[in-house]
């Protein structure tokens, strides 16, 4: 699979590469990650034809979107699609969570100061997981107004779970959602509604945490999922896809990385990358042919669910 394909944002005019690079490593997610070496990731995505930046106020309380525009700035602003997200203001250095209307302008208008940027193609609700209500009468009617304005392309909303996101699916006009984690080798829990609502409505899915925060990259005990350590059970299911994965000569990441293109709701995954070297992995993971009898195989030893869309 080229990562450097292009394919249409749902129902909007962009164009996103299969793959994108996300920033939450860049801001400092677990470890830090010095300035010149965050810079470089990001001139080296651009580099292997990268064009969809993901990015959000959260991350690392700006940094990443700061460090995202020192570089996103310089280059013609035609030539790539980047998106941030809403639903916490900074102040006194920390995020606080605001999914009103003019929380959300105002979120906008301080992300694009630290971008260096005047405008975003992409604009999520980011993880409004107990703040639904306001997130859709607020948040959301002032992105469906920037959006008619043309002040950005694609409303969508970013969430770690399913079901919120179907329920914005059938309560609003989105272009886009930012699955994390939800459908991935472990977890396909994003195909029992939201992925066939999305495709049906023309919504596109862009898919993060394709690694479940490491476990699927080194399934050991201790190794994390969902931010902590994984359980015993979880621990042992990935080592049964990797050693499914390993005698069709595959690697674990590989599978992860390529599964979710098997559904055709799902247009870009997203890999947060903390060096170059780590981006150029996932580049290279992307492009591992994989057989088909390995699908078949992980689903004959029920370790994928019969109704899953495989490549």
């Not at 164009?15 to 080296?44: D, H, I, K, N, Y």
């Not at 959301?140 to 694609?154: D, F, K, N, P, T």
Request: proline fraction near 7%.
């Amino acid at each position: 699979m080229d990562p450097r394909a292009t394919v249409q944002l749902g129902r909007t005019d962009l164009q996103v590469t299969r793959l994108g690079l996300g920033s939450a490593p860049l801001g400092m997610l677990f470890q830090p990650v010095e300035e010149e070496a965050a810079l470089a990731v990001v001139e080296r995505a651009f580099e292997l034809g990268v064009r969809l930046f993901d990015t959000a106020p959260l991350y690392g309380s700006g940094l990443a979107e700061r460090r995202f525009g020192r570089v996103l700035a310089a280059r013609p602003r035609e030539s790539f699609v980047l998106g941030t997200k809403v639903g916490r203001l900074l102040r006194a250095g920390e995020p606080v969570f605001d999914f009103s209307y003019e929380g959300a302008k105002r979120s906008l208008a301080e992300s694009l100061e630290r971008l260096q940027l005047d405008r975003v193609d992409i604009l999520h609700i980011h993880d409004p997981d107990a703040h639904y209500e306001e997130a859709l009468s607020g948040a959301y009617r002032a992105l469906a107004e920037l959006r008619r304005q043309g002040v950005i392309s694609a409303v969508g909303a970013g969430m770690n779970q399913a079901p919120m996101l179907a329920r914005f699916a059938r309560e609003g006009d989105f272009d886009c959602f930012l699955l994390a984690g939800r459908y991935t080798l472990l977890d396909q829990s994003g195909l029992e509604e939201l992925l066939p609502l999305c495709q049906s409505k023309k919504i596109a899915v862009i898919i993060g945490g394709v690694y479940n925060s490491g476990l699927l990259a080194d399934p050991r005990p201790g190794a994390p999922y969902d931010y902590k350590p994984a359980a015993a059970a979880l621990v042992e299911r990935a080592r049964s896809l990797a050693e499914v994965c390993e005698r069709h000569g595959v690697p674990l990441k590989a599978a992860a990385i390529q599964f979710p293109f098997g559904h055709p709701a799902v247009t870009t995954v997203l890999a947060g990358c903390r060096s170059v070297a780590e981006l150029e992995e996932n580049v290279s993971l992307l492009e591992s042919p994989i057989p088909p009898g390995l699908w078949a195989e992980l689903k004959a030893e029920r370790l994928l669910g019969e109704a899953v869309p495989t490549p």
